[in-house]
T-cell receptor
Framework: DAKTTQPPSMDCAEGRAANLPCNHSTISGNEYVYWYRQIHSQGPQYIIHGLKNNETNEMASLIITEDRKSSTLILPHATLRDTAVYYCIVNGALINTGTASKLTFGTGTRLQVTL | DTGVSQDPRHKITKRGQNVTFRCDPISEHNRLYWYRQTLGQGPEFLTYFQNEAQLEKSRLLSDRFSAERPKGSFSTLEIQRTEQGDSAMYLC???????????????FGPGTRLTVL
């Protein structure tokens, strides 16, 4: 699996957009970028994933650079409940052979949303 | 609530005892994963099932660990002769594998926190 690099921590004011960066310079063509978050003592929560194109859902937007070597997760209006550890994961599943998409988590970015 | 449930949520045991955890995946999901998470670290993959078949095991899964998914629905993870180093959060995730050419998204349960005294 490609390795990802994330800043260890970030702060964001409530109501502002939180932009969480991730570098994955060794990503290969069939690898997806996944984002999960984990609020203290809970299981990881799926946020969003993408391959090449930018993606948006009710939780967040994912911006992937054209060369796919980095991405940014955007929480458009952060709230205190968004305080969590955010994991950027490159999914190394060999999609065409059906190998399981076991996730390799790093240590993530600890996002603190403040008043 | 993702629809993945785990039981118990917390378990305290003495070193040397056996423990068993249960995971109930989202009902139509054919893949089930187990992960372990220690304090300050991200989750680490242990093993996964496709339907009832256990298809991969991590080197982290020592001989004292065994997992089953007898009917392709719920799964159990048993740890025999627990050690203090087994203290961790044990997470279960499930996904729906639709076929080649598609990725499958894993949805996690709340975890079982194990403390070995």
């Amino acid at each position: 699996d490609a390795k990802t690099t994330q800043p260890p921590s970030m702060d964001c004011a409530e109501g502002r957009a939180a932009n969480l960066p991730c570098n994955h310079s060794t990503i290969s063509g069939n690898e997806y970028v996944y984002w999960y978050r984990q609020i203290h003592s809970q299981g990881p929560q799926y946020i969003i994933h993408g391959l090449k194109n930018n993606e948006t859902n009710e939780m967040a937007s994912l911006i992937i650079t054209e060369d796919r070597k980095s991405s940014t997760l955007i929480l458009p209006h952060a709230t205190l409940r968004d305080t969590a550890v955010y994991y950027c994961i490159v999914n190394g599943a060999l999609i065409n052979t059906g190998t399981a998409s076991k996730l390799t988590f790093g240590t993530g970015t600890r996002l603190q949303v403040t008043l | 609530d993702t629809g993945v449930s785990q039981d118990p949520r917390h378990k305290i045991t003495k070193r040397g005892q056996n423990v068993t955890f249960r995971c109930d995946p989202i009902s139509e999901h054919n893949r089930l994963y187990w992960y372990r998470q220690t304090l300050g670290q991200g989750p680490e993959f242990l093993t996964y099932f496709q339907n009832e078949a256990q298809l991969e095991k991590s080197r982290l899964l020592s001989d004292r660990f065994s997992a089953e998914r007898p009917k392709g629905s719920f799964s159990t993870l048993e740890i025999q002769r627990t050690e203090q180093g087994d203290s961790a959060m044990y997470l279960c995730a499930s996904s729906l594998r639709r076929g080649t050419g598609r990725t499958d998204t894993q949805y996690f349960g709340p975890g079982t926190r194990l403390t070995v005294l």
